[in-house]
């Protein structure tokens, strides 16, 4: 059981670094999309513009606010996601294709998932 205890943290800082890692990777990926593709924001429609709140820029703010407090960044990376996917079906009737919109917010589920396991370790050691 003890060991158990002892290796939570090493795990959990390593979930932490993988999930900072990504977020650099993940944030800069969407920045090159966004500068190689030449972005024209005078082209995006009103309602394109509440879908661009919550991706890519929802997920990036709670990814970089993720590197202090995890759980309030994870929860708003996941929810921005959500929302984003939720958005992009009531103004267009279907889900957005693809798997990339997910694959760019896994550090938002790995931050939760690090604040998820650091607060069981306190529960557990109180």
Known sequence: MNYILK???????MIRWA???LSVVSIGLVL???IGEGFDYTR???SEWILF???PFGISIGMI???WQEGIGGIITVGCLAMFYIVHFATAGIFPHGW????FTIPGFLFLLCWYR?????NVAA
Do not use: E, G, Y
Request: aromatic share 16%; charged share 15%.
């Open 7 to 13: 290796s939570q943290p090493r795990i959990t800082n």
């Open 19 to 21: 999930a900072r890692i």
């Open 32 to 34: 090159l999309f966004l």
């Open 44 to 46: 995006i429609k009103p």
């Open 53 to 55: 709140i919550f991706f």
């Open 65 to 67: 606010l993720s590197w």
């Open 100 to 103: 990339a919109f997910l694959v």
């Open 118 to 122: 650091t607060r069981k370790v306190h």
